[in-house]
Protein backbone atom coordinates (compact mmCIF):
# COMPACT_ATOMS: atom_id res chain seq x y z
CA UNK A 1 0.00 0.00 0.00
CA UNK A 2 1.58 3.28 -0.97
CA UNK A 3 1.97 5.70 2.30
CA UNK A 4 1.50 9.46 1.49
CA UNK A 5 3.05 11.58 3.70
CA UNK A 6 0.42 14.41 5.25
CA UNK A 7 0.87 17.49 7.46
CA UNK A 8 -1.43 17.97 10.23
CA UNK A 9 -3.10 20.46 8.02
CA UNK A 10 -3.30 18.14 5.06
CA UNK A 11 -4.95 15.75 7.04
CA UNK A 12 -7.58 17.89 8.28
CA UNK A 13 -8.01 18.74 4.94
CA UNK A 14 -8.49 15.60 3.49
CA UNK A 15 -10.63 14.42 6.69
CA UNK A 16 -13.01 17.21 6.36
CA UNK A 17 -13.67 17.73 2.84
CA UNK A 18 -13.50 14.22 1.45
CA UNK A 19 -14.41 12.12 4.68
CA UNK A 20 -17.22 13.98 6.17
CA UNK A 21 -19.46 14.49 3.24
CA UNK A 22 -20.44 10.55 3.74
CA UNK A 23 -21.13 10.49 7.58
CA UNK A 24 -25.02 10.64 6.86
CA UNK A 25 -24.42 7.68 4.76
CA UNK A 26 -21.99 5.76 6.76
CA UNK A 27 -24.56 5.86 9.26
CA UNK A 28 -27.77 4.79 7.25
CA UNK A 29 -25.23 1.59 6.39
CA UNK A 30 -24.31 1.12 10.09
CA UNK A 31 -27.91 1.30 11.23
CA UNK A 32 -28.96 -1.34 8.42
CA UNK A 33 -26.35 -3.47 9.47
CA UNK A 34 -26.64 -3.57 13.57
CA UNK A 35 -30.09 -2.41 13.70
CA UNK A 36 -29.16 -0.23 16.97
CA UNK A 37 -28.70 3.33 17.16
CA UNK A 38 -26.00 3.51 19.51
CA UNK A 39 -24.08 0.23 17.57
CA UNK A 40 -24.59 2.03 14.56
CA UNK A 41 -22.97 5.49 16.48
CA UNK A 42 -20.40 3.61 17.43
CA UNK A 43 -19.56 2.11 14.55
CA UNK A 44 -19.52 5.16 12.54
CA UNK A 45 -17.50 6.91 15.35
CA UNK A 46 -14.72 4.01 15.53
CA UNK A 47 -14.85 4.11 11.33
CA UNK A 48 -13.31 7.68 11.24
CA UNK A 49 -10.85 7.14 13.74
CA UNK A 50 -9.65 4.24 11.74
CA UNK A 51 -10.21 6.49 8.67
CA UNK A 52 -8.08 9.11 10.69
CA UNK A 53 -4.93 6.77 11.95
CA UNK A 54 -4.75 5.43 8.88
CA UNK A 55 -5.37 8.19 6.46
CA UNK A 56 -1.80 7.91 4.90
CA UNK A 57 -2.77 4.59 3.01
CA UNK A 58 -5.66 6.39 1.82
CA UNK A 59 -4.75 8.04 -1.94
CA UNK A 60 -6.09 11.72 -2.20
CA UNK A 61 -8.69 11.94 -5.10
CA UNK A 62 -9.50 8.18 -5.19
CA UNK A 63 -13.02 6.96 -3.98
CA UNK A 64 -13.36 8.24 -0.54
CA UNK A 65 -16.77 6.51 0.33
CA UNK A 66 -15.74 3.43 -0.96
CA UNK A 67 -12.81 3.40 1.07
CA UNK A 68 -15.09 4.42 4.32
CA UNK A 69 -17.58 1.48 3.81
CA UNK A 70 -14.21 -0.71 3.30
CA UNK A 71 -13.41 -0.15 6.68
CA UNK A 72 -17.03 0.17 8.00
CA UNK A 73 -18.06 -3.39 6.79
CA UNK A 74 -14.70 -4.63 8.01
CA UNK A 75 -15.27 -2.96 11.73
CA UNK A 76 -18.49 -4.82 11.40
CA UNK A 77 -17.10 -8.26 10.67
CA UNK A 78 -14.18 -8.10 12.97
CA UNK A 79 -15.34 -6.19 15.95
CA UNK A 80 -18.98 -5.99 15.77
CA UNK A 81 -20.43 -9.10 15.04
CA UNK A 82 -17.96 -11.08 17.16
CA UNK A 83 -18.98 -8.52 20.33
CA UNK A 84 -22.54 -8.98 19.80
CA UNK A 85 -24.62 -11.03 21.53
CA UNK A 86 -26.86 -12.24 18.72
CA UNK A 87 -26.82 -15.49 17.85
CA UNK A 88 -24.46 -16.08 15.37
CA UNK A 89 -25.70 -15.84 12.06
CA UNK A 90 -26.63 -18.72 9.35
CA UNK A 91 -22.39 -19.19 7.13
CA UNK A 92 -22.60 -16.89 4.21
CA UNK A 93 -21.25 -19.97 2.17
CA UNK A 94 -23.79 -22.65 3.34
CA UNK A 95 -26.40 -19.52 2.35
CA UNK A 96 -24.63 -19.14 -0.55
CA UNK A 97 -24.52 -22.80 -1.24
CA UNK A 98 -28.24 -23.03 -0.28
CA UNK A 99 -29.43 -20.76 -2.87
CA UNK A 100 -26.92 -21.87 -5.79
CA UNK A 101 -29.05 -23.97 -7.33
CA UNK A 102 -31.16 -23.02 -10.63
CA UNK A 103 -34.61 -22.30 -8.68
CA UNK A 104 -32.77 -19.11 -7.09
CA UNK A 105 -30.95 -18.02 -10.54
CA UNK A 106 -34.37 -18.09 -12.52
CA UNK A 107 -36.27 -14.94 -12.73
CA UNK A 108 -38.89 -15.10 -10.16
CA UNK A 109 -42.82 -15.66 -11.36
CA UNK A 110 -43.98 -13.29 -9.00
CA UNK A 111 -47.74 -11.45 -9.10
CA UNK A 112 -46.12 -8.29 -8.05
CA UNK A 113 -46.50 -5.64 -10.26
CA UNK A 114 -44.81 -1.86 -10.70
CA UNK A 115 -48.23 -0.89 -9.72
CA UNK A 116 -48.87 -2.75 -6.77
CA UNK A 117 -45.26 -0.79 -5.24
CA UNK A 118 -47.15 2.24 -5.56
CA UNK A 119 -49.73 1.53 -2.67
CA UNK A 120 -47.02 0.53 -0.40
CA UNK A 121 -46.72 3.24 1.47
CA UNK A 122 -45.46 2.22 4.85
CA UNK A 123 -42.29 1.13 5.57
CA UNK A 124 -42.71 -2.07 3.80
CA UNK A 125 -40.00 -1.93 1.53
CA UNK A 126 -37.47 -1.02 3.92
CA UNK A 127 -38.73 -3.87 6.29
CA UNK A 128 -38.40 -6.18 3.18
CA UNK A 129 -34.93 -4.92 3.35
CA UNK A 130 -34.24 -5.77 6.97
CA UNK A 131 -35.56 -8.64 6.91
CA UNK A 132 -32.66 -9.96 4.26
CA UNK A 133 -29.59 -11.94 5.95
CA UNK A 134 -26.97 -9.12 6.07
CA UNK A 135 -25.25 -10.00 3.21
CA UNK A 136 -27.22 -9.85 0.74
CA UNK A 137 -28.63 -6.81 2.55
CA UNK A 138 -25.20 -5.07 2.00
CA UNK A 139 -25.74 -5.42 -1.49
CA UNK A 140 -28.74 -3.91 -2.27
CA UNK A 141 -27.28 -1.15 0.19
CA UNK A 142 -24.29 -0.99 -1.74
CA UNK A 143 -25.46 -1.02 -5.54
CA UNK A 144 -29.50 0.74 -4.68
CA UNK A 145 -28.87 2.94 -2.02
CA UNK A 146 -25.95 4.60 -2.40
CA UNK A 147 -24.80 4.12 -6.53
CA UNK A 148 -21.90 2.03 -6.15
CA UNK A 149 -20.43 0.10 -9.17
CA UNK A 150 -19.90 -3.50 -9.00
CA UNK A 151 -16.26 -2.78 -9.75
CA UNK A 152 -16.49 -0.95 -5.94
CA UNK A 153 -18.55 -3.53 -4.59
CA UNK A 154 -15.95 -5.92 -4.96
CA UNK A 155 -13.17 -3.81 -3.35
CA UNK A 156 -15.65 -3.40 -0.32
CA UNK A 157 -16.31 -6.67 0.38
CA UNK A 158 -13.48 -8.44 -1.12
CA UNK A 159 -15.06 -10.43 -3.19
CA UNK A 160 -15.19 -11.15 -7.14
CA UNK A 161 -17.07 -9.27 -9.53
CA UNK A 162 -18.77 -11.99 -10.93
CA UNK A 163 -20.02 -12.82 -6.76
CA UNK A 164 -21.19 -9.54 -6.46
CA UNK A 165 -23.17 -10.04 -9.67
CA UNK A 166 -24.57 -13.34 -8.29
CA UNK A 167 -25.39 -12.34 -4.67
CA UNK A 168 -26.85 -9.30 -5.83
CA UNK A 169 -28.73 -10.94 -8.18
CA UNK A 170 -30.17 -13.76 -5.34
CA UNK A 171 -30.65 -10.59 -3.17
CA UNK A 172 -33.31 -8.98 -5.78
CA UNK A 173 -35.06 -12.23 -6.26
CA UNK A 174 -35.46 -12.44 -2.51
CA UNK A 175 -36.69 -8.87 -1.61
CA UNK A 176 -39.05 -9.22 -4.42
CA UNK A 177 -40.79 -12.45 -2.33
CA UNK A 178 -40.55 -10.57 0.60
CA UNK A 179 -42.57 -7.96 -1.19
CA UNK A 180 -44.59 -10.32 -3.09
CA UNK A 181 -45.66 -11.68 0.54
CA UNK A 182 -46.47 -8.60 2.30
CA UNK A 183 -48.87 -7.41 -1.09
CA UNK A 184 -50.69 -11.16 -0.42
CA UNK A 185 -50.79 -10.39 2.85
CA UNK A 186 -52.15 -6.56 2.32
CA UNK A 187 -54.55 -7.84 -0.13
CA UNK A 188 -52.97 -5.95 -2.92
CA UNK A 189 -52.59 -9.07 -5.19
CA UNK B 1 -25.66 -20.41 -15.98
CA UNK B 2 -27.41 -23.54 -15.20
CA UNK B 3 -28.86 -26.47 -16.76
CA UNK B 4 -31.75 -25.43 -17.39
CA UNK B 5 -30.95 -22.05 -19.44
CA UNK B 6 -28.83 -24.85 -21.45
CA UNK B 7 -31.24 -27.25 -22.06
CA UNK B 8 -33.59 -24.21 -23.20
CA UNK B 9 -31.26 -23.40 -25.88
CA UNK B 10 -31.54 -26.65 -27.31
CA UNK B 11 -34.72 -27.26 -27.23
CA UNK B 12 -36.46 -24.00 -26.28
CA UNK B 13 -38.07 -21.71 -28.75
CA UNK B 14 -36.28 -18.58 -30.38
CA UNK B 15 -38.81 -16.21 -28.61
CA UNK B 16 -37.53 -17.80 -24.83
CA UNK B 17 -34.26 -17.67 -25.72
CA UNK B 18 -34.00 -14.45 -26.72
CA UNK B 19 -36.13 -13.74 -23.59
CA UNK B 20 -34.23 -15.53 -21.65
CA UNK B 21 -30.79 -13.65 -22.76
CA UNK B 22 -32.50 -10.76 -22.36
CA UNK B 23 -33.44 -11.23 -18.70
CA UNK B 24 -29.80 -12.38 -18.23
CA UNK B 25 -28.51 -8.64 -18.56
CA UNK B 26 -31.42 -6.92 -16.70
CA UNK B 27 -29.23 -6.38 -13.28
CA UNK B 28 -26.13 -4.88 -15.34
CA UNK B 29 -28.93 -2.96 -17.23
CA UNK B 30 -30.77 -1.51 -13.97
CA UNK B 31 -27.21 -0.69 -13.14
CA UNK B 32 -25.82 0.92 -15.89
CA UNK B 33 -23.02 -1.63 -16.04
CA UNK B 34 -24.04 -2.64 -19.27
CA UNK B 35 -22.36 -1.73 -22.49
CA UNK B 36 -23.85 0.46 -25.51
CA UNK B 37 -24.49 -2.87 -27.51
CA UNK B 38 -25.89 -4.82 -24.75
CA UNK B 39 -27.97 -1.90 -24.03
CA UNK B 40 -29.14 -0.93 -27.29
CA UNK B 41 -30.26 -4.60 -27.49
CA UNK B 42 -32.11 -4.56 -24.20
CA UNK B 43 -34.07 -1.28 -25.43
CA UNK B 44 -35.45 -3.20 -29.22
CA UNK B 45 -36.75 -6.14 -26.97
CA UNK B 46 -38.42 -5.10 -24.23
CA UNK B 47 -40.23 -2.50 -26.98
CA UNK B 48 -41.90 -5.00 -28.39
CA UNK B 49 -41.68 -8.05 -25.66
CA UNK B 50 -44.58 -6.94 -23.04
CA UNK B 51 -43.81 -9.61 -20.34
CA UNK B 52 -40.22 -8.48 -20.08
CA UNK B 53 -40.88 -4.89 -20.21
CA UNK B 54 -42.66 -5.32 -17.27
CA UNK B 55 -39.82 -7.41 -15.25
CA UNK B 56 -37.21 -4.48 -16.34
CA UNK B 57 -40.30 -2.60 -15.25
CA UNK B 58 -40.71 -3.82 -11.78
CA UNK B 59 -37.20 -4.21 -11.03
CA UNK B 60 -36.70 -0.05 -12.17
CA UNK B 61 -39.63 0.69 -9.41
CA UNK B 62 -37.86 -1.42 -6.96
CA UNK B 63 -34.67 0.09 -7.05
CA UNK B 64 -35.87 3.61 -7.28
CA UNK B 65 -38.25 3.20 -3.99
CA UNK B 66 -35.25 1.70 -2.16
CA UNK B 67 -33.00 4.70 -2.84
CA UNK B 68 -36.16 6.99 -2.09
CA UNK B 69 -37.43 4.76 1.04
CA UNK B 70 -34.29 3.51 2.74
CA UNK B 71 -32.09 6.48 3.34
CA UNK B 72 -33.62 7.92 5.69
CA UNK B 73 -32.10 7.14 9.14
CA UNK B 74 -30.02 10.40 10.09
CA UNK B 75 -26.56 10.45 12.83
CA UNK B 76 -27.67 11.68 16.40
CA UNK B 77 -26.57 15.24 16.56
CA UNK B 78 -23.31 15.34 18.30
CA UNK B 79 -21.80 12.46 16.68
CA UNK B 80 -19.79 14.36 14.60
CA UNK B 81 -18.93 16.83 16.99
CA UNK B 82 -17.58 13.72 19.32
CA UNK B 83 -15.90 12.47 16.01
CA UNK B 84 -14.32 15.66 15.89
CA UNK B 85 -13.41 15.85 19.76
CA UNK B 86 -12.18 12.36 19.72
CA UNK B 87 -9.30 12.86 16.55
CA UNK B 88 -8.35 16.07 18.31
CA UNK B 89 -7.42 14.16 21.48
CA UNK B 90 -6.03 11.23 19.37
CA UNK B 91 -3.73 13.68 17.48
CA UNK B 92 -2.04 14.95 20.80
CA UNK B 93 -1.46 11.36 22.46
ZN1 LIG C 1 -38.94 -11.01 -23.82
Redesign the interface.
Known sequence: MAKNQYSDEQKNKVFNEEFMPHIDSLYNFAHRLTFDEDDAKDLVQDTYLKAYRFIESFEQGTNAKAWLFRILKNSFINDFRKKSKQPPKVDYQEVETFYNSDDVDRPITTDLRAETLKDMIGDEISNALNSLDVDFRTVIILCDLEGFKYDEMAKILDIPIGTVRSRLHRARNLLKEKLSSYAKKMGYI | M???NVINNLFGSKEENDCMKV?DM???IL?E?ANPAETQKFKEHIEKCMPCY??Y???????E???V????????AG??D??RL??SQ??RA
Open positions: GLKLLDSDEEKNLDKSIKLLRRCNHSKPPLVSIQISG
